[in-house]
């Protein structure tokens, strides 16, 4: 059927009608006090949304620019960085830093899997000069599903004295992520993830350590340069033509973040994604994140039945029932699917989505209990958290 | 009165209502067919625009964006590059030049003027050792609305053996600009301009010679790197999440384009400006680009009359009669006021700009012949051209 896809992709990801009138309003001047109101409440709810105090600055750019912006002002040749790696998003952050000529070493570990601490703490002693200057690390990995335990890895970044850096892109609004009370040095999200709107807009805030660093940054990139956000940011401006629709419809979003309240916005992205893995374990699939408190609760992936392909099921769920789920990456495509519960998403859309994939997976043939998973949905949905 | 104002301003332009339509739709996956399908269209109708067989980089940024992207992917720290300066915009190129590092050395002229090609022949005689590696340019200076004559300056820098790398931002679509012909060596532009859809989207085409250079490039930007736009154009695909609904806008606006033609398109553009600039002279207000020849089609600056401020001119003509033009930039702020005439403008757009230009200056007291401008560019536009 056309014009009734359900997205349950990584993103995008569904926008409200309110978000989505707003950005079909005409453009208006980014230089007219009209704007500047828009951008005077953007830049006070981002503080909510990213629990801090320090000034959030917004890129139009795709989640990927952000991350650019975070190490294009703060890398110069030759710097060591220390890049965590749990899946291809963890990975973007060794090839940014790369592409600045930074010498580059990873801690990397098996689909699925995330970050030992121990072992963290273990590589970090081993530099005993100091010279590892940045830590890369990703909070929800969106190739995998899994999550790191941010705090407890940001902790012992600090007690090293290196920065940390981290990938919230599709972590913010979903779970907690706490910058100024863990001690994220610099933290990025995007548009299109948790913050119901469509892709064109990133986010950045950096603390005063980052700063530190960045006056100290040779070369930092002209379009992200932090200098310049910042002076906007306090003049309620913007230093270079925004998108300006996509702004206006980042005000509304944040209006009704701020009305649901960010913890109950993360409990929701919580209880939708614990119930999402029960059903998929009650159909009898095979979850990619073992252990739940290794998951992360914007997405999930799992492995296809045997005797059943990724592109059947992906095929299947979209043409019959308007649910598009996403394909693995890189060396994980067509080895796994991945459902996102991420932004606009309420309860009976988890329904409605392990319903389609029941029906999806009925259909190919596999053998299970029909009803099973949309039963355990609606018992973990009904759970007093 | 509220949702009426008209934008006469450099950009944001207007959008077409059938434009708007297709952003306002919901946002659909970037990896599915139907998108891929849209950027099908969008590549091919893009080189159709840009007049060249090389494939056009989209890059879902603001315009300065597309400037980062072309020399990002160029410079090298201690590269020379020759900024040819007319205003705000043409400095900007040699800024993002110094951000990477590159010593630059500028061209300046006075407000209003263009770069004369003998002094810029004269200027690369100098360089014996063909020490400068690239010539930045502009082809409509947004600050101050003049206009360069960019294919003898193309081709004078052709002749040296430099790159010429062009900011065709608020030129391409409103005035002929032919990168193939005239030996552009990488053209950038931005979508809120002539491309009639809102900002949030920029435009790169590069040619052999500059894939030459850039493959010297040390330390290209992973954001803006040619190398994954090119790979990406050739799939139908984007190198990173782009802004879904702003491509779906440039879709249906440069199907429009197309119906139009670039040609007819241009000459529009040209018929407005030059009957814009009539009513100007004929109100017996001054330029701040006195020759016609010299003049951008798409804005035009104009000093107030004396006695008069800008900030008036500006606040009565949005209040009473719901335009919005632009101020000055930097040290041409409130001492000239800026028309746009770019984009989805119409004849009628151009006669009411200039009678609400007309009754503004009637109320702050001005003395002049009434009707004067209105009729000007009446009989102006009635011209067979």
Redesign the interface.
């Known amino acids: 059927m056309k014009d009734k ?1 359900f ?1 349950m ?1 990584p ?2 990801t ?2 409200p009608e309110s978000v ?2 707003e ?10 006090g009209e704007f500047s109101k828009i951008l005077h409440n953007v830049y006070e709810n981002l503080k909510y949304v990213f629990r801090t105090k320090n000034d959030v600055f917004v890129y ?6 952000a991350m ?1 912006a975070a190490l ?1 002002n703060l890398v110069n ?1 030759g710097d060591h960085v220390l890049s965590l790696v749990l899946g291809n998003f963890g990975n973007r952050w060794a ?2 830093a790369e ?3 930074a010498i580059v070493e990873k801690i990397e570990v098996a689909t699925g899997e995330v970050i030992d601490p121990e072992v963290l703490r273990a590589k970090l002693a081993e530099d005993e000069e100091k010279k590892i200057k940045i830590v890369t690390l990703t909070h929800s990995e969106t190739s995998t599903g899994a999550a790191n335990d941010v705090k407890t890895l940001c902790s012992i970044i600090r007690e090293h004295g290196a920065l940390s850096v981290v990938d919230g892109v599709t972590s913010v609004c979903a779970m907690e992520c706490n910058p100024d009370e863990w001690g994220i040095d610099v933290l990025v999200s ?1 548009s ?1 993830k948790g913050f119901m709107i ?3 807009l990133a986010f950045l805030v950096a603390n005063e350590r980052a700063w530190k660093v960045y006056e100290e940054c ?6 992200w ?1 932090w200098a310049a956000y910042k002076k906007s940011v306090q003049a309620d401006s913007t ?8 702004f206006a419809g980042l005000d509304k979003a944040l209006e009704m973040i701020k009305a649901e309240g960010i913890e109950n916005m993360n409990a929701r992205h919580r209880r939708h994604a614990m119930a999402l893995r029960a059903a998929i374990r009650a159909i009898g699939l095979e979850l990619v994140v073992k252990d739940d408190k290794n998951a992360s609760h914007s997405i999930t992936s799992i492995y296809p039945p045997e005797g059943i392909s990724v592109p059947d099921i992906r095929k299947v769920i979209k043409e019959d029932f308007d649910v ?1 789920v ?2 693995g990456q890189n060396a994980l495509k067509d080895k796994i699917f991945r459902m996102g519960t991420l932004g606009f998403v309420c309860d009976r859309d988890v329904i409605s989505a392990v319903g389609a994939l029941e029906a999806t997976l009925y259909k190919l043939g596999y053998k299970f209990e029909l009803g099973k998973g949309v039963g355990t949905v609606i018992k973990e949905l009904a759970r007093e958290i």
């Open positions: 896809t997205l992709i993103g995008p569904p926008v989505m009138l950005i079909a309003k005409h453009p208006i001047g980014h230089r007219s139009t750019s795709s989640g990927t620019g650019c294009e040749e090839k940014i592409s600045r000529g995007g299109q469509p892709p064109g040779k070369h930092p990139s002209f379009y340069d230093p270079f033509t925004p998108a300006v629709n996509l598009l996403a394909n």
